[in-house]
């Protein structure tokens, strides 16, 4: 019923800059607040960024803070990512996500209510 869609993935030279772009697709819903994670193979899905409409606090992680910039829209259930000096470490599935019930920025995947299907970012040198 409630999906969200992610786009704006692809192959980028270390040091350049990506946009992700994530709106909700389905039914309308409202959000408390909405969020990037990635994985990179092996590793745990991480929360990169998240957005909390009530008030605009953001949340970074402190690997792409200074670097990664987070928008979005509550009335449109879109977000946005601007991702900014990239490096390989940043390669990874990226997955937009919302929390439906709560506005609280959690670094796990627990009540992260919708998620989309993913987009590669790929860093190269």
């Known amino acids: 019923q409630v999906q969200l869609v992610e786009s704006g993935g692809g192959l980028v030279q270390a040091g350049g800059s990506l946009r992700l772009s994530c709106a909700a697709s389905?039914?309308?819903?409202?959000?408390?607040?909405m969020g990037w994670f990635r994985q990179a193979p092996g590793k745990e899905r991480e929360l990169v960024a998240a957005?909390?409409?009530?008030?605009?606090?953001?949340y970074y992680a402190r690997s792409v803070k200074g670097r990664f910039t987070i928008s979005g829209d509550n009335a449109k259930n879109t977000v946005f990512l601007e991702m900014n000096s990239l490096n390989s470490e940043d390669t990874a599935v990226y997955y937009c996500?919302?929390?439906?019930?709560?506005?609280?920025?959690?670094?796990?995947?627990?009540?992260?209510?919708?998620w989309g299907q993913g987009t590669q970012v790929t860093v190269s040198s």
């Open positions: 957005i909390r409409w009530s008030g605009g606090s953001t």
């Open positions: 389905g039914r309308t819903f409202s959000t408390n607040a």
């Open positions: 996500a919302a929390r439906r019930y709560s506005s609280a920025l959690v670094s796990t995947r627990a009540g992260w209510e919708y």
